[in-house]
């Protein structure tokens, strides 16, 4: 595997369920970053780890919870989700936070039932 | 200050013709502008960036143009072709900073032949 890779791609869920999107990074970076993509705001920002340590938390709501056990990995673990939460999650990675080129993983689609 | 203001929402060029998309932006610390692309299914890649330090850089048929006064950047696509046909979004960072990439709201670009 190269890049980015997210699991799984696509994800139906209820409001009540618990499921985590997983991202994995080959690069060698020490940045990763969780983005939401919607037509309403196209690139959402919402968390960003560095070294495994979260650096910033762009007020999103609790129940989502992110969790970067080390720097090749990063998880987005999801509870009761709101339609309103239906969207791409993508995730980046980069060498560092900062004017570094950023990879992103083809996303996981969302739907919330 | 920390937005980047992208324009247009939407684009539809015909073969052969440019296609620009214009980026604005208010904090003056910011000195690194790349711009990324993405294709349906598949998540943003980087196309191409410029630094305050010229004020035009040009590969193959994607031109970016720096205006440093005016606190704005473009990019042109020359001889469009429906390959073009994509999403991009422009960005702005500060070197001196840790922070991550602020990204525009993105522009979806259809190339018609």
């Known amino acids: 595997e190269t890049g980015v890779t997210q699991t799984p791609r696509h994800l139906v869920m209820g409001m009540t369920n618990k499921k985590s999107l997983k991202c994995e990074q080959h690069?060698?970076?020490?940045?990763m970053y969780w983005y939401k993509q919607s037509a309403k705001k196209p690139l959402e920002l919402m968390f960003v780890y560095s070294l495994e340590e979260r650096v910033e938390n762009n007020s999103v709501p609790s129940r989502f919870s992110p969790e970067c056990p080390n720097s090749s990995h990063l998880f987005l673990h999801l509870h009761t989700l709101q339609p309103e939460d239906s969207a791409l999650y993508l995730c980046a990675s980069s060498q560092l936070i900062g004017p570094y080129e950023q990879y992103f993983g083809p996303g996981t689609r969302l739907t919330v039932t | 200050q920390q937005q980047v203001k992208q324009s247009p929402q939407s684009l539809i060029v015909q073969k052969g013709g440019i296609s620009i998309i214009n980026c604005a932006y208010e904090n003056t610390a910011f000195d690194y502008f790349p711009w990324y692309q993405q294709f349906p299914g598949k998540g943003p890649a980087l196309l191409i960036a410029i630094r305050p330090d010229v004020s035009e850089k040009k590969e193959g048929r994607f031109t970016i143009s720096f205006n440093k006064s005016a606190k704005q950047f473009s990019l042109h696509i020359m001889d469009s072709q429906p390959g073009d046909s994509a999403t991009y979004f422009c960005a702005a960072n500060t070197d001196s900073g840790n922070t991550p990439l602020v990204f525009g709201k993105g522009t979806r670009l259809s190339v018609i032949a």
């Open positions: 690069l060698g970076h020490n940045a």
